[in-house]
């Protein structure tokens, strides 16, 4: 198991319901969300910090807080994170998804985190 969060892009600031629904078609591959070039920008600047788990050396996967490689499109991203680093890496990744203006839904809390707003559940 993990702590999984998902950014995506939305022209505007939409509810945890409607976050939840959108976080479950994309895991089921119903429907996943279109091109923004945010998502990549996204990518590029939380590995940057925290590289993907294939790019950790093997001596050093105890610190590494992934337990896989991302699930992304050029639409989302999903990131599964090891138990004990979500107190580490959720505000790193809310901070990043809020400069490049995309959603961050954590389906634990069932929180969306959108750039001007937080709607809780």
Known sequence: MSYDLVVWHESLPI??????????????LERLPGFHISVAQFI??????YPQLDD???EDLG???????FDSSSGHCIMN???GFEDLIQPKVIEIA????????DPQSQTVHTPNC???D
């Open 15 to 28: 509810t945890a319901d409607i976050a939840h629904q959108k976080y479950e078609a994309i895991c089921s």
């Open 44 to 49: 590029d600047s939380l590995t940057s910090v």
């Open 56 to 58: 950790w050396a093997e």
């Open 63 to 69: 610190e590494c807080p992934w337990t896989c490689e």
């Open 81 to 83: 994170i090891r138990w």
């Open 98 to 105: 809020m400069n490049l203006g995309l959603i961050c839904y």
């Open 118 to 120: 937080d709607f809780p």
